[in-house]
């Protein structure tokens, strides 16, 4: 039977590599913004999944304790599994910076492209902005907190 971790981290690998490809081959080609915001997703729920995985694993082994709250458990990911698994505190800002970029995107009243950027309006009407360039470097984080969490728990196996 295949643990609910190794299939949170499968499900990852596979959300990561189509946000991948949509910022490097597709996006460039077609210049559709919503490319941009189906990147982020990708992103954003591929991070969810490798957290996850991390939770489910750290669980497993009775090494932390789960809540329904999910604001717990990833204070419970900050403060006892990112440093096991050698997650840096750069790269922990940076998977906030994408949870936060992902919701304001889901609650955003309106959207709109300036030059190369895509401006996100909150509800407030504070502008965030998005780039490819943001994209690269969040997938780069993905790939990197992935990476780590991989080669922890496939270690194992």
Same mark, same amino acid.
């Given at each position: 039977?295949?643990?609910?971790?190794?299939?949170?981290?499968?499900?990852?690998?596979? &959300?990561?590599?189509?946000?991948?490809?949509?910022?490097?081959?597709?996006?460039?080609?077609?210049?559709?913004?919503?490319?941009?915001?189906?990147?982020?997703?990708?992103?954003?729920?591929? &991070?969810?999944?490798?957290?996850?995985?991390?939770?489910?694993? @750290?669980?497993?082994?009775?090494?932390?304790?789960?809540?329904?709250?999910?604001?717990?458990?990833?204070?419970?990911?900050?403060?006892?599994?990112?440093?096991?698994?050698?997650?840096? @505190?750069?790269?922990?800002?940076?998977?906030?910076?994408?949870?936060?970029?992902? @919701?304001?995107?889901?609650?955003?009243?309106?959207?709109?492209?300036?030059?190369?950027?895509?401006?996100?309006?909150?509800?407030?009407?504070?502008?965030?902005?998005?780039? &490819?360039?943001?994209?690269?470097?969040?997938?780069?984080?993905?790939?990197?907190?992935?990476?780590?969490?991989?080669?922890?728990?496939?270690?194992?196996?």
């Amino acid at each position: 039977m295949v643990e609910k971790y190794i299939e949170y981290l499968d499900n990852s690998v596979s &959300l990561i590599r189509k946000a991948d490809h949509m910022a490097y081959i597709t996006y460039p080609l077609i210049k559709d913004k919503q490319l941009i915001f189906n990147a982020l997703n990708g992103i954003y729920t591929s &991070l969810l999944g490798v957290i996850s995985a991390i939770l489910q694993y @750290e669980y497993f082994y009775k090494r932390i304790s789960l809540s329904q709250d999910s604001r717990t458990n990833m204070q419970t990911f900050s403060d006892k599994c990112a440093f096991r698994y050698g997650i840096t @505190e750069q790269e922990l800002n940076m998977v906030y910076e994408i949870f936060k970029m992902a @919701e304001n995107h889901k609650k955003s009243p309106f959207e709109f492209v300036k030059k190369d950027k895509i401006v996100i309006m909150t509800d407030n009407f504070h502008a965030e902005t998005m780039t &490819l360039e943001k994209i690269k470097n969040y997938i780069l984080v993905g790939k990197s907190v992935l990476k780590k969490a991989e080669d922890r728990i496939r270690r194992k196996l």
